[in-house]
Nanobody, 126 residues
């Protein structure tokens, strides 16, 4: 059974930084596109950033562009989301997901994936 395990969520002040990790097991990253999604209370799940570990292509939601960076360490089978200049509106449960999609933009915009992690809470508050 393919597994994704997120970590790194925490309480942080506005303007702070966090790095989320998504460790994949029982499959290799380069077969799937990997994405970070988030869901805040009362809101729909949204795609934050997606990456193709195979060709390195990335996609970012407009709200996080310039502040968040997605990356992979294929040797560790891990995907990271570096989040800088965090804002209260970034508060949400963040999920890692894996999907076979034509491109990373399709994955992020559809919010549909084949496998999901359990989520990690990010709270931005003073």
């Amino acid at each position: 059974q393919l597994q994704l395990v997120e970590s790194g969520g925490d309480l942080v002040q506005p303007g702070g930084s966090l790095r989320l990790s998504c460790a994949a097991s029982k499959f290799t990253l380069d077969y799937y596109n990997i994405g970070w999604f988030r869901q805040a209370p009362g809101k729909e799940r949204e795609g934050v950033s997606c990456i193709s570990p195979n060709d390195g292509s990335t996609h970012y939601a407009h709200s996080v562009k310039g502040r968040f960076t997605i990356s992979t360490d294929n040797a560790k089978n891990t995907v990271y989301l570096q989040m800088n200049d965090l804002k209260p509106e970034d508060t949400a449960v963040y999920y890692c997901a894996a999907a076979v999609t034509p491109d990373v933009q399709t994955m992020c915009r559809s919010t549909v994936a084949d496998y999901w992690g359990q989520g990690t809470q990010v709270t931005v508050s003073s």
